[in-house]
């Protein structure tokens, strides 16, 4: 069911996250990440299994306490199985892709969660 629901959130995806899947998928970053890639109970908006990475998008849906809490929960959860969660907000997406990019991958490669 988690994998029907993740092709269609492909097909359909919001614009901050076709822009940065422009970027991650021409491997600009030299990894392979997958989208909207299911993981537990979750589908991940992209998905590096090399570096053992989440990257998240946070709209304005994400800002209310409940959606908070769940997304603390979920970030919990994907810790547990020895995953990181980097969150971007969607409108940093929208005005600038490519510095997104570069500062995922400057966390995800020169820290440690």
């Known amino acids: 069911m988690l ?6 959130l492909r097909r359909d995806g919001e614009l901050a996250e076709v822009l ?9 970053t030299g990894y392979v990440f997958n ?4 993981i ?4 991940a908006d992209f998905y590096c299994k090399e570096l053992g990475l989440v ?18 929960e979920r970030d919990r959860q994907m810790r547990v199985i020895g995953l990181r969660v980097i969150r ?16 995922i991958m400057e966390i995800a490669l020169n820290s440690h969660f």
């Open 88 to 103: 971007v907000l969607d409108s940093d997406v929208r005005k600038n892709p490519e510095h997104v990019v570069k500062c």
């Open 3 to 8: 994998k029907s629901f993740s092709r269609k």
């Open 55 to 72: 990257v998240e998008i946070d709209g304005l849906s994400h800002f209310s306490e409940e959606a908070s809490l769940k997304d603390e």
């Open 40 to 43: 537990l109970n979750f589908i």
């Open 20 to 28: 940065l899947w422009r970027h991650l998928k021409a491997k600009q």
């Open 35 to 38: 989208r909207q890639k299911p």
